[in-house]
C-alpha cells in the first residue's frame, strides 16, 4: 500500500518512547485528534494495554524496539506501513538520563544513556525518512532545556545538546523534501524519567499539547522548536 491509497484519511503518527510519560501522553493526545498511531518501547505489555485504550489495531498499534538496535528499528517501520501504509509524522522521543557529576554513575550506564539517546534517535531519522518523504511528512525529536544550555557534570545534557543539532541537521538535510523538522525541548516535567517526582514542575500533557500545535500546522509551516520550562523554573 502506498501514501497515496491509505487505508483510512487518518495521518500516522509513530512514537518511540511510547510506553510511559511524553510518549504515552503524545498519543493519547494524537489519538483524540484523529490520528492513527504506532507505539513503540521496550515494555511490550504497557504499549498493549495503551493500543487497546485507544481503540485497537484499527487505530493502534504496540511495536517492542529497543531503538539501540537497527533491525529493531527497521522493523519498527515494517510493521507500521504493514499496518497503516504510510507515515505521516516520526516523534524520536525514547530517552532516560543518568546523576550529574563525571565521577557519578557508572560507564556501562553512561553508554546505555549515549546510544539510547543520541544513536538511538539517530536510528530513528535513519529508519523513518524514506515513510516521511513519501509522505511529506513531519519529522519530531525531544530535547530538552538541558539540549540549550549545559548543566554541570551532566553528559544527560550532552546527549540533548546532540540531540538538538541532530534536529537542525536533519532539518538542513531534509530541505527541499517537503518534510518538517521540529525539536520539543521540555523542561522539567512530572513524568517517570525522576525516580523522585518533580514539583513545580509541567505535565506530560503540557509537552503533548506542543507536539499536537506542531504537527497540526498548515504544510507550508515548519515549526523548528519549541522550548518550554514549568513557569517556577529558572534555569
Ligand atoms: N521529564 C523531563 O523533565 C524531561 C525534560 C526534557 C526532556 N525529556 C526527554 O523526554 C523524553 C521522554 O521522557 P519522559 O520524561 O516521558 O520519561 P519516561 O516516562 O521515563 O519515558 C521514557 C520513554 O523512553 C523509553 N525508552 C527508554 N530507553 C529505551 C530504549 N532503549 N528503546 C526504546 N524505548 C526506550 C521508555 O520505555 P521502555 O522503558 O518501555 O523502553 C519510555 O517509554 C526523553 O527523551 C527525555 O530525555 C524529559
Redesign the pocket.
Known sequence: MSAEQPASADRVLLI?????????ATARHAAGAGWRVVL????LE?LQALAEELGGPERAVAVH????EWSQQEQLVVIALASFGRIDAAFA?????APRGFLNDTPEHWREMVL??VY?AALTIRATIPALKQSRGHLLL?????GRRVLPGSLYSCT?HAVTAMGEAARQDLNGSGVRVTLI?????D????DRRPSD?LN?EDIARAVIYAISQPPHVDVNEILIRPIAQAG
Open positions: 518511540t518512547g511510547a510506553s510511559t510519560g511524553i510518549g504515552a513503540a518501547a521496550r515494555s504497557r524496539c529497543d531503538v539501540t522521543n525514547a530517552g532516560f538520563g539510547t539517546n538511538g525531544t530535547s530538552s532545556v538541558a540533548k525541548e521540555p523542561g522539567m516535567t513524568t517517570p524519567f525522576f514542575a506530560d
